[in-house]
């Protein structure tokens, strides 16, 4: 039984994430969002706090199954994955991210892994697992973008449907979601094993980084982190969800 004064508390935090979202993503989200922003005041600043991710130097065998991507120390990994609650091989591709963007960037893996549980839990939105190869089992496909209620219409491009199996109406796919033309733009290999994957949490996590970055705002500013989050998802609400989340972490690992 639910009392009054706890159904009161739970309807005030109670925010529109995304005019994308699913139902149940919004409210998984905003639970979260709850318990996040019990951790640390909303306008705290999340990536001055942290570290860079420690980079290892991939021995020979390693280095020619990734090409030249830089390897993340897997004890630091763990140790962070497990103080954050965040599936490992998510964080391993939040932080390679962050080494490959440019430094000026100031990009930290904490505003990844704000993106990647507002957008689906790591990839594990729905008890999906999260595989080694970091892949989601099933695959993340949003609702059809068909002008139906709160999504906007948008028609399929050419050569999408391997990503969603709708030959009409895009879909925003895999554990960033990113809808098709953002995708076919900002297409990345993020664990370099030569192909462009949005299903693949390490491909989508470089391609997130690359957009963000892309907006030219320096990230560890407390305007230029908003706006580039607010060019990821043209929303406040959205933005006041990543910060609670992306807070939440970096008071959780440090």
């Known amino acids: 039984m639910v ?5 009161l508390l739970f309807a005030v935090a109670l925010v529109v994430v995304s005019a994308l979202a699913w139902s149940v993503q919004q409210h998984q989200r905003q639970s979260f969002e709850a318990q996040a922003g019990a951790a640390l005041p909303p306008g705290a600043l999340l990536d001055t706090v942290e570290q860079a991710p420690p980079a290892v130097a991939p021995s020979p065998v390693a280095a020619a199954a ?11 990994a763990q140790r962070t994955a497990t103080a954050a609650g965040i599936p490992v091989v998510a964080l391993t591709a939040y932080a390679r991210a962050t080494l490959l963007v440019p430094d000026g960037c100031r990009l930290g893996w904490t505003t990844l892994a704000g993106i990647g549980w507002v957008e689906s839990h790591h990839g594990t939105i729905e008890d ?23 999504v906007a219409a948008i028609a399929a491009p050419a050569g999408s449907h391997s ?3 709708d030959d009409r109406w895009d879909h925003a796919v895999g554990p960033m979601q990113f809808i098709s033309d953002t995708w076919q733009r900002w297409a990345s290999d993020g664990d370099g094993d030569g192909l462009e994957d949005p299903h693949d ?4 996590a470089f391609a997130a980084a690359r957009y963000l970055c892309a907006s030219g705002a320096d990230l560890a ?3 230029g982190w908003s706006r580039a989050i607010f060019s990821y998802n043209h929303a406040e609400s959205y933005v006041n ?5 992306a807070s939440f972490y970096a008071a959780r690992s440090r």
């Not at 989601?136 to 059809?144: C, T």
């Not at 949490?201 to 989508?204: H, L, R, S, T």
């Not at 969800?241 to 989340?245: D, N």
């Open 241 to 245: 969800s990543v910060r609670a989340a």
């Open 201 to 204: 949490v390490d491909d989508a």
């Open 128 to 150: 999906r697992l999260l595989a080694a190869d970091g892949r989601s089992a099933p695959p993340i496909v949003g609702p059809a973008l068909d002008g139906v209620g709160p």
């Open 66 to 76: 990734v090409s030249d991507r830089p390897q993340i120390d897997p004890a630091w």
């Open 3 to 7: 009392r009054p004064r706890q159904a």
């Open 221 to 223: 500013t407390g305007e």
């Open 163 to 165: 990503w969603h199996g």
